[in-house]
C-alpha cells in the first residue's frame, strides 16, 4: 500500500522529525509525572486508596484501549492534523487537572490527557516513518523517537519532583501544558502531513468492546477493596468484563480490519511473547505504582526524593539502549528476556524485605536498579521476540498487537497492586485494632470511623494529635505490609513470565535480519509506552 505524503523523496523533513519526537516526548511525561505527586494529592485531595488507583488509570486506559484506533484515524484523515489534535487535547485535560478542586476533576482532567497522548504515541511514529525513503533513514529517526520518549521518561519525574517540592503540585502540570502548546504550535507550523487510507477502516465493534471490557474489568479491580469483593457493582463489573472481552474476540474474527489478529496467537512464541508482554509490564508499572505510594502517601516524603525512585526505574533503559541493541544483534531474545525478567524479580523481592520505617534513599538503590535493569533488558526483547517470530507481512501488526497488550499490562499495574495491597493492609490494620490494648475506647471508635470512609491510607495521614492520631502505627505498619506483598506479587509475576520464557520459547541464534517492520505499509507504525 503506498503512502500519500507531501514530504519529498530526499531524507526525512527536520520539522517532521523535530515535531514527532516532541510529541512522543510530551505523551510519555503526561504518563509518567502524576506518580511522583501521589504523596501531594493525598494531603490536599485526601482520597481513598482506590480513588489514588484511578488518577494514574484515568491516563493510561485511554493509551490502552484507543491507541491502535488513533493511529487508524492518522492514516485516514491525516496525521499532521492528529498530532495537533492530540496535543491540544492532552493540554486541555493538564489544565483540568491543575485547577482540580476535587479528585473527580483530577480524574477527568487525566482521562482527557489520556485520549491526546493515545493519539500521539503511534501518530508521531507513523509520521517520521511515512517520511522516510530507505531502511537506513529509518532506522536513525526512529532511534530518535525512541530516545525522545526515554527522555520524557527521565523529565517526568524531574518536573514532577522539582514542581512539587519547590512549588505546587498543580504547577508540574502548569509545566505540561506549556510543553503541549509547544508541540502543537510546532506540529502545525513544522511538520509535514502524511496520510494511507487504501484499505484501512476503524473496527468500531472491536474497539466498543475492548473498550467496555477494560473499563468494566479495571473498576471491579480497583474497587474490590473499597466496595467488597461480593458486592453487587463489582460482581456485575466483572460479568460485564467477561462478557465483552468474549464480544471483542467475537467481533475481531469477523472485522475486515481488526484492532487484533487473532491468527498470531497460532504462533507459540508469538503467543508466549505476548503473555510475557502483559505479565512482565504488569509486574514494572505495579513496582513503580508500588514505589510511588511507599514514599508518598505511606512515608510522606517529598516529591523530590519520590522522583528519585523514578531516575532509577527509568532513566537505566536510554542508558543502556546502546549495549541491548547490539546485544539483540548477538543473543537469541530469548536469553535477555529472561535475563531481564529475573533481574525484575529480583528486585521486587528486595522491595519487599525493606522497612517501612527505612526512609533512607540509598535503601532503594539496589532494588529499584535491578528492576531498572531488567525493565531495559525486557521491554525491547519483547517486540523483537514477537516481531522475529511471525512472517514479515505480519510484523507490522505484530508489533502494533504486543504495543496493545503491553500496554494493557502497564494498566493493569496499578490497579491489581493497588487492590491486593489495600486488601493486605485494611485486613491487618482492623485486626491490630481489635488487639490494641494501649487505645482507648475513644481512639479506638475514631480510628475505626476513619477506616471505614478513606481505608488505611486516610488513617496513616491523619493528624497525631487528633483522636485516632493514635492509632497512625498500626495504619503505617499495615501499609509496610500490604505494599510489600505488592512487591512480590509484581516479583513472582516477572519470576514466572521467565520461566515461561525459559521453558516455552524456542532456542536458537537469534534470526536472520528481516526487513524492517515499519517498512509494512499495511498497518499503522506502533506506539511504544
Aim: charged content about 10%.
Amino acid at each position: 500500500m503506498s503512502d500519500t505524503s507531501a514530504a519529498p523523496r530526499g531524507s526525512l523533513p527536520l520539522g517532521t522529525l523535530l515535531a514527532g519526537c516532541l510529541a512522543v516526548c510530551l505523551a510519555q511525561i503526561g504518563l509518567a509525572m502524576p506518580a511522583t505527586l501521589n504523596g501531594l494529592f493525598q494531603e490536599h485531595l485526601h482520597p481513598v486508596g482506590s480513588q489514588l488507583t484511578w488518577i494514574s488509570d484515568a491516563f493510561l486506559l485511554p493509551v490502552a484501549v484507543l491507541e491502535l484506533s488513533f493511529g487508524v484515524l492518522g492514516d485516514l484523515f491525516g496525521r499532521k492534523r492528529l498530532l495537533v489534535g492530540g496535543a491540544a487535547l492532552l493540554c486541555a485535560g493538564e489544565v483540568v487537572a491543575a485547577t482540580a478542586s476535587g479528585i473527580h476533576q483530577l480524574w477527568t482532567g487525566q482521562a482527557l490527557a489520556g485520549l491526546g497522548a493515545a493519539a500521539l504515541f503511534p501518530t508521531s511514529l507513523a509520521m517520521i516513518a511515512a517520511g522516510t525513503r530507505t531502511g537506513a533513514q529509518r532506522a536513525r529517526s526512529i532511534a530518535l523517537w525512541a530516545s525522545s520518549l526515554s527522555a520524557g521518561g527521565f523529565l517526568a519525574p524531574l518536573i514532577g519532583g522539582i514542581t512539587g517540592t519547590y512549588g505546587s503540585w498543580r504547577s508540574a502540570f502548569v509545566v505540561v501544558v506549556v510543553l503541549a502548546l509547544i508541540s502543537a504550535l510546532v506540529s502545525g507550523l513544522f511538520a509535514t502531513d502524511s496520510r494511507s487510507p487504501e484499505g484501512r477502516s476503524l473496527d468500531i465493534g472491536g474497539q466498543l468492546a475492548i473498550g467496555v471490557g477494560l473499563f468494566a474489568l479495571l473498576y471491579a479491580v480497583i474497587q474490590g477493596p473499597e466496595d467488597g469483593w461480593d458486592s453487587t457493582p463489582v460482581i456485575v463489573a466483572f460479568l460485564v468484563a467477561a462478557l465483552f472481552l468474549v464480544l471483542f474476540v467475537a467481533a475481531e474474527r469477523r472485522a475486515r480490519s481488526p484492532l487484533l489478529r487473532l491468527e498470531l496467537f497460532r504462533n507459540r512464541s508469538f503467543a508466549v511473547a505476548s503473555v510475557v508482554a502483559v505479565v512482565g509490564m504488569f509486574s514494572f508499572l505495579g513496582t513503580a505504582y508500588a514505589a510511588s505510594i511507599r514514599l508518598g502517601p505511606i512515608q510522606h516524603q517529598s516529591p523530590m526524593r519520590t522522583a528519585f525512585a523514578f531516575l532509577l526505574l527509568n532513566a537505566i533503559t536510554p542508558a543502556l539502549t546502546p549495549l541491548t541493541s547490539r546485544l539483540l544483534h548477538r543473543l537469541h531474545a530469548r536469553v535477555l528476556l529472561t535475563a531481564g525478567l529475573v533481574l525484575m524479580a529480583a528486585g521486587d523481592f528486595l522491595a519487599a524485605g525493606l522497612d517501612v520505617d527505612d526512609r533512607a534513599l540509598p535503601s532503594l538503590i539496589l532494588p529499584l536498579g535491578l528492576v531498572g535493569c531488567g525493565f531495559a533488558l525486557t521491554v525491547s526483547s519483547i517486540t523483537a521476540t514477537a516481531v522475529n517470530t511471525v512472517p514479515v507481512p505480519l510484523a507490522g501488526m505484530a508489533s502494533a498487537a504486543t504495543n496493545l497488550l503491553r500496554d494493557f499490562g502497564f494498566t493493569l499495574g496499578p490497579a491489581v497492586i493497588g487492590a491486593v495491597a489495600l486488601s493486605q493492609a485494611a485486613s491487618r490494620v482492623n485486626g491490630a485494632l481489635a488487639d490494641a490494648s494501649s487505645l482507648d475506647a475513644q481512639s479506638r471508635a475514631a480510628a475505626h470511623e476513619v477506616l471505614a470512609e478513606g481505608g488505611p491510607l486516610a488513617l496513616n495521614s491523619v493528624p497525631p494529635a487528633s483522636p485516632p492520631g493514635a492509632a497512625r502505627e498500626y495504619a503505617l505498619d499495615a501499609l509496610g505490609h500490604g505494599y510489600g506483598i505488592g512487591f512480590v506479587v509484581c516479583g513472582c509475576a516477572a519470576l514466572l513470565s521467565a520461566v515461561l520464557v525459559a521453558t516455552a520459547l524456542r532456542a536458537g541464534k537469534a534470526g536472520p535480519e528481516k526487513e524492517d517492520p515499519l517498512l509494512d505499509d499495511h498497518h499503522s507504525a506502533p506506539a511504544a509506552t
